[in-house]
């Protein structure tokens, strides 16, 4: 959580500076306006991405091993049935065509 401030702060004050150099902004309290409403929104932002990056890795890490087993039996279950029913049309196809030139 530190570092979320941190880079949230890190960022904010880094654009604040920007935009002072640019002399897009003058004053104070201008800019300690901007700096905090960027701070807050880089913050939620980042937590998000984070918290999200978290959960997902736990999410992984927890299922068991043999789901991810099973997933993977059950897709190449489907490509082997694909790979024949592909097959087995185009040799339909060919053979079609054998019968329309007798």
Known sequence: MAIVGLLAFLLAYSVVGWLYELAIISGRETGSLIHWVLRT????????????????????????????GAVIMIAVIGIIVMKILKYNKENYLIREKLNKGI
């Open 41 to 68: 929104i880089i913050f939620i932002a980042i937590y998000y991405i984070v918290a999200t990056a978290i959960r997902n890795y736990y999410w992984i890490v927890i299922v068991p091993v043999y789901i991810y």
